[in-house]
């Protein structure tokens, strides 16, 4: 969990490891810039620096400090959000009633406000107070897409720390290495997502849905008219990368899954495609249990056989043609 774990903002982690090492560290700071970009991730690594018993100014992520930090349960670091819309007043409260007392085992207590910019007026102005008499030994962190929605009073009284876009080539890396995609998709999706790794996600997310609804729909309206001549058309619909291939594979065969589901257990079911849920009952009417436990094999073994680098085409066809003549 050092700094190096998060992707970029090489300026922003200098700039804190170099507080540490010297020992001046601010009352408070304020991480902003575009959302998605690892500003909360900093500040976690920047907690877990802080209170880490090794020597040096990071986290070494095996000291029992560190490994409470891994665990999300450092009694020292605490963690604000919105609850609901706001961070409110009650939240405030229990920072500041928090803030008296050392840290239980660690050198600093640490709070943490992620989306501060949510605080409303009287959370805001209760913070204000904190922030104009500091106790000695906490480190206050306020973290925020939108710093200027934040009253100037509590800005002013923050250290700010601007946290870059990351650059579009280690978007696209990052979605190819960890998410299985096609360096040509990557490049235009990081090229879409303005440097946020968040909105890189998000876009990859809403594509993969909306590409899978297509390919199902399209498959199980085959399978009701029982007409192949109408599957010639659906390799192209899968994608040319054979990431994109196997990951629509993969999402045809959590979707056969989810018509044995719905078979054993009906509308009740709990679907891991519920916006396909009605292809998914029509569907389940139309086959066996046996007829769907078919399905799946077909589809996991094209899936495992353009894994290895099998024809695309042949093996694509072959599977649809399993799968509407069940
Ligand atoms: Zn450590």
Partial sequence: MP??????????????RRTIE?????????FHGIRGIGKFETALVFAAALNCGSPGGDACGSCPSCVKMKAGNHPDVLVFRPDGAFIRLAAIRELQHQIQFRPYEGKRKVFLLDEADRMNEPAANALLKTLEEPLSGNVLILVSSRPYRLPRTVFSRCQPLRFDPLPEERIALFLEKTHSVGPEEARI?????????????????????????AVVERIASCMEKKDPLDLFALPALFGETRPEVSGILQEIEGWCRDMLVFKEQGPAALLTCPDLAGWTARASRLLTGEDILNAVAAVRRARESIEQNANRQLTLESMLFKLVTL
């Avoid at 010297?22 to 304020?30: C, E, M, N, Q, S």
């Fill in 3 to 16: 700094f190096d774990d998060i992707a970029g903002q090489e300026r922003p982690k200098a700039v804190l």
């Fill in 22 to 30: 010297k020992g001046r560290v601010p009352h408070a700071f304020l």
């Fill in 189 to 213: 999706v990081a090229a879409s997502s303005g440097g946020s790794l968040e909105r890189a996600l998000e876009a990859l997310r809403e594509d993969h849905r909306s590409e899978r609804k």
